[in-house]
């Protein structure tokens, strides 16, 4: 059974750090692109970041460019997001988004249950 | 503001049709046949329900059914039934410079 399980949501004051991390298992993580989407509350779904199979190709949305950085370490099965300077519109949960093997974002197969950001002083 | 345009609402009564519309532009939906579409209940994660336009994963029903034409594509649910009731989202893949754009979401109400 596919399962991602993401972590590392917590409160954090404006301008701070966190990171996220996504483990991973029933599928093979290091064939899989991976995404990072979130959603505000009471908001819609806006995609983060991919990370390729490999991890040498990462791509970012133009509010997280510069800010957010997404890794993978595929002997731990886990994806990864540094957040640094952290703004008020970044809270949301943060889902982990398995995608399908041979395929870039075109769809998101897996989500995991997210974990909340909350941004506040 | 989302990149597609979704319609905030839309219901129906069960065993009725409704259709969800998503509207982006030529750089996204209208220039990739890579649509997806997803639901979500109230507190959960979203799933896979449609992705490539009109293709159903193992497991989703055919009362699910995707479309598009032009720069609009279409989520249609035949048989409405109550455990329908939840939110909608479109995406689509945006080419090299947006990646991927979102719907900002569709309730569907089961009157």
């Known amino acids: 059974e596919v399962q991602v399980l993401e972590s590392g949501g917590r409160l954090v004051q404006p301008g701070g750090s966190l990171r996220l991390s996504c483990a991973a298992s029933?599928?093979?993580?290091?064939?899989?692109?991976m995404s990072w989407v979130r959603q505000a509350p009471g908001k819609g779904l806006e995609w983060v970041s991919v990370?390729?199979?490999?991890?040498?190709?990462?791509f970012y949305a133009d509010s997280v460019q510069g800010r957010f950085t997404v890794s993978r370490d595929n002997s731990k099965n886990t994806l990864y997001m540094e957040m640094k300077s952290l703004r008020d519109e970044d809270m949301a949960v943060y889902y982990c988004?398995?995608?399908?093997?041979?395929?870039?974002?075109?769809?998101?197969?897996?989500w995991g249950q997210g974990t909340l950001v909350t941004v506040s002083s | 503001q989302s990149a597609l345009t979704q319609p905030r609402s839309v219901s129906g009564s069960p065993g009725q049709s409704v259709t969800i519309s998503c509207t982006g532009t030529s750089s996204d939906i209208g220039a990739y046949n890579y649509v997806s579409w997803y639901r979500q209940y109230p507190g959960k994660a979203p799933k896979l329900l449609i992705f490539d336009v009109n293709q159903r994963p193992s497991g989703v029903p055919d009362r699910f059914s995707g479309s598009k034409s032009g720069n609009t594509a279409s989520l249609i649910i035949f048989g409405l039934q109550a455990e329908d009731e939840a939110d909608y989202y479109c995406?689509?893949?945006?080419?090299?410079?947006?990646?991927?754009?979102f719907g900002g979401g569709t309730k569907v109400s089961v009157l």
């Open positions: 029933g599928f093979t993580f290091d064939k899989s692109v």
């Open positions: 995406c689509s893949y945006a080419g090299t410079r947006t990646h991927v754009a």
């Open positions: 990370i390729s199979p490999s991890g040498r190709n990462t």
């Open positions: 988004v398995k995608g399908v093997e041979g395929r870039w974002l075109q769809l998101f197969d897996s």
